[in-house]
């Protein structure tokens, strides 16, 4: 029974979108870092193992941030009243051209690690900057933090300033360095980051299309994310039929190059079709949209097409890395689209939320994200002790209100069946 453990609380998982499981003051057993199953009482035959007994604590998933850029966490929180493309003029450039100095990167990913540490989240794709040191450097940090995920070298040869800038050559090159070097991490893993098409030029695009089919690494990137972007797309790309086919006309848009594709707000039907062959996954971040005054993405259309969909923090687009306030915001999202655009397609719901920040995000990294046997466990412990109330409340209300009150901090923390605190 060696690597065998259990742990004791109230979990609460969603095996399917919109569905909640709850097992109250139960026992999950953990088998060389994947789950066993879920007890009343433990069986005989795990007589004797180890058991982490939460007391009447909430027990979660690990929620997963599928879109996030490492390199603007000092600036979260400013900016808010500008829209996208004035923003990253403003704010993002600016503060990325700073992580070409060693030690102001030190400094900047240390505080953006140990907040993701703390956080309820476990798994991530995240964005750092153009500059290869500094992204090996928070890749180092992450994997030593003990978590799991995903962060690109970012790539930009044109429309950006020349802080902020490489020939295609150079980025390439570095590139392709970058994901030779990334192979001493086991748990951070490369993927491939073209910042967006404003910023790489078709040569660029190529490129990388070579080098993933060379290195077998995931892409991410944006997807129509704003009115103004999409249209300088069309502008760049003539004879594509939407934003998508730029990406995709250079094998980075799913099928044998798994994909995440942030926001989607304006993708059209065509557009969407497409990410649905190929498996693409759309990285939800609502309060991101409402702050660049992107717009409200149908993440109810999402879901009745059977896409793949999590949700993202995006900071510093979003400024709270809680992935429990991208939750709440893409409800509250949902709601005025239902009330102001279209009113068939209703708001989303907690349990449908929670889905999403689990196991719909979780589905990218494999088997992640639930509480099923066979799951990799990573999990979440939560005390709700701190948020009194007089009015008795079902489990399930017990969960809306930590995701709703609480500042999404657990008090303990596992990822792959490893407590990290």
Not at 379 to 392: C, G, K, M
């Given at each position: 029974m060696q690597n065998t453990f259990a742990l004791r609380?109230?979990?609460?998982?969603?095996?399917?979108?919109?569905?909640?499981?709850?097992?109250?003051?139960?026992?999950?057993?953990?088998?060389?870092?994947?789950?066993?199953?879920?007890?009343?009482?433990?069986?005989?035959?795990?007589?004797?193992?180890?058991?982490e007994d939460h007391g009447d604590k909430l027990i979660l998933p690990g929620l997963v941030d599928l879109h996030a850029h490492a390199g603007q966490f000092a600036y979260r929180g400013l900016g808010m009243d500008l829209e996208l493309l004035d923003w990253l003029e403003q704010n993002a450039f600016p503060e990325e051209s700073k992580f070409a100095d060693p030690h102001y990167a030190e400094a900047a990913y240390r505080l953006f690690a140990d907040a993701l540490t703390r956080s309820a989240t476990t798994r991530f794709c995240l964005f750092a900057t153009l500059h290869r040191p500094a992204?090996?450097?928070?890749?180092?940090?992450?994997?030593?933090?003990?978590?799991?995920?995903?962060?690109?070298?970012?790539?930009?040869?044109?429309?950006?300033?020349?802080?902020?800038?490489?020939?295609?050559?150079?980025?390439?090159?570095?590139?392709?360095?970058?994901?030779?070097?990334?192979?001493?991490?086991?748990?951070?893993?490369?993927?491939?980051?073209?910042?967006f098409i404003p910023s790489c030029t078709d040569e660029m695009m190529a490129g990388l299309g070579r080098l993933q089919r060379e290195f077998g690494a995931p892409m991410q990137s944006h997807l129509s994310e704003n009115l103004s972007?999409?249209?300088?797309?069309?502008?760049?790309?003539?004879?594509?039929?939407?934003?998508?086919?730029?990406?995709?006309?250079?094998?980075?848009?799913?099928?044998?190059?798994?994909?995440?594709?942030?926001?989607?707000?304006?993708?059209?039907?065509?557009?969407?079709?497409?990410?649905?062959?190929?498996?693409?996954?759309?990285?939800?971040?609502?309060?991101?949209?409402?702050?660049?005054?992107?717009?409200?993405?149908?993440?109810?259309?999402?879901?009745?097409?059977?896409?793949h969909v999590g949700l993202g923090s995006d900071v510093a687009g979003g400024a709270h890395l809680s992935i429990f306030r991208a939750m709440t915001d893409a409800i509250q999202a949902s709601k005025l689209r239902w009330r102001l655009v279209d009113q068939d397609l209703p708001a989303l719901t907690m349990p449908e939320a929670l889905y999403m920040a689990t196991k719909g995000g979780g589905a990218f990294f494999g088997k992640v994200g639930s509480f099923e046997p066979g799951y990799e466990?990573?999990?979440?412990?939560?005390?709700?002790?701190?948020?009194?109330?007089?009015?008795?409340?079902?489990?399930?209300?017990?969960?809306?209100?930590?995701?709703?009150?609480?500042?999404?901090?657990?008090?303990?923390?596992?990822v792959a069946g490893r407590r990290l605190f």
């Open positions: 609380g109230n979990l609460v998982y969603t095996p399917a979108c919109g569905e909640l499981a709850l097992h109250p003051h139960s026992y999950l057993v953990c088998e060389n870092g994947a789950l066993a199953g879920i007890f009343d009482t433990l069986p005989a035959r795990y007589a004797g193992i180890p058991v992204t090996l450097r928070l890749m180092a940090l992450l994997e030593a933090a003990g978590l799991r995920g995903f962060v690109g070298k970012v790539n930009m040869d044109r429309n950006s300033p020349d802080t902020l800038r490489e020939t295609t050559a150079e980025s390439l090159a570095e590139t392709c360095r970058w994901l030779e070097e990334s192979a001493d991490f086991a748990h951070v893993r490369p993927m491939l980051t073209p910042r972007e999409i249209a300088w797309v069309a502008e760049l790309c003539p004879g594509t039929r939407f934003y998508g086919e730029a990406y995709a006309r250079h094998g980075l848009f799913g099928g044998a190059c798994p994909t995440v594709m942030a926001h989607c707000v304006w993708s059209g039907e065509e557009e969407r079709a497409l990410m649905k062959e190929n498996g693409v996954f759309i990285a939800h971040c609502p309060q991101s949209n409402m702050n660049v005054s992107s717009g409200i993405a149908p993440v109810r259309q999402f879901l009745r097409e059977g896409q466990l990573d999990a979440v412990v939560l005390d709700d002790a701190a948020l009194p109330t007089t009015r008795p409340c079902t489990l399930a209300e017990r969960v809306e209100r930590v995701v709703y009150l609480s500042d999404g901090q657990p008090c303990a923390k596992y």
